[in-house]
């Protein structure tokens, strides 16, 4: 919340780590990605995150803060700051799809795109470039706003609680 960014992206979470905050993703070409934000390791330096001693094993590291729910979250929020201030234009789900896909993929694509917000969307890339956009990062993008939708009133799509984010939203509110 410090960042002024809408909570719904807590959902970004639950999409990255299910919410298990000791969760080691697969090895890419970047080292692991590690924690409930799935951070790796270039990523969470450029955040203020610590690495531990064992970044390049697949193993949950007691101090690798990428595992340390606060530090790791606040470092989240600036990463998606940054997102959001730059050619995203605050489209929340451009913005999802460069926390996924990297920041760096989507804006080249969004700069070959009109100069007018209004036509530099989500919907706009999917149109112009759907070929070149990893089909992980389309789903990871719905499964985020699905999640996001059902979060705002989950009785209405038969889930027995109230919306995990009110006291987020409420907060902001104020």
């Known amino acids: ?17 299910n919410f ?3 969760i080691v ?4 070409r970047y080292g692991y990605a590690k924690g409930i934000w799935q951070f790796i390791p270039k990523t969470a330096i450029k955040y203020g995150l610590r690495l531990g001693p064992m970044v390049k094993l697949k193993k949950y590291d007691p101090r690798d803060d990428r595992f340390k729910f606060e ?3 606040t470092a989240a929020a600036k990463y998606l700051s940054d997102i959001y201030n730059t050619e995203a234009q605050a489209s929340g789900l451009l913005v999802m799809a460069s926390y996924n896909w990297g920041e760096h993929n989507v804006r080249d694509l969004i700069l070959k795109m009109p100069g007018n917000p209004k036509d530099r969307n989500f919907w706009q890339l999917l149109s112009s470039y759907k070929k070149k956009i990893p089909n992980e990062t389309y789903n990871y993008v719905f499964y985020i706003f699905s999640a996001a939708v059902i979060g705002e009133n989950p009785k209405l799509f038969g889930f027995d609680f109230d919306n995990p984010l009110n006291d987020a939203i409420n907060e902001m509110n104020n």
Do not use: R
Request: glycine fraction near 4%; charged fraction near 20%.
């Open 1 to 17: 919340l410090a960042e002024q960014l809408p909570p719904h992206f807590f959902y970004l979470a639950l999409q990255e780590s």
């Open 71 to 73: 530090k790791a979250t």
């Open 25 to 28: 993703g697969p090895q890419t």
């Open 20 to 22: 298990i905050k000791d």
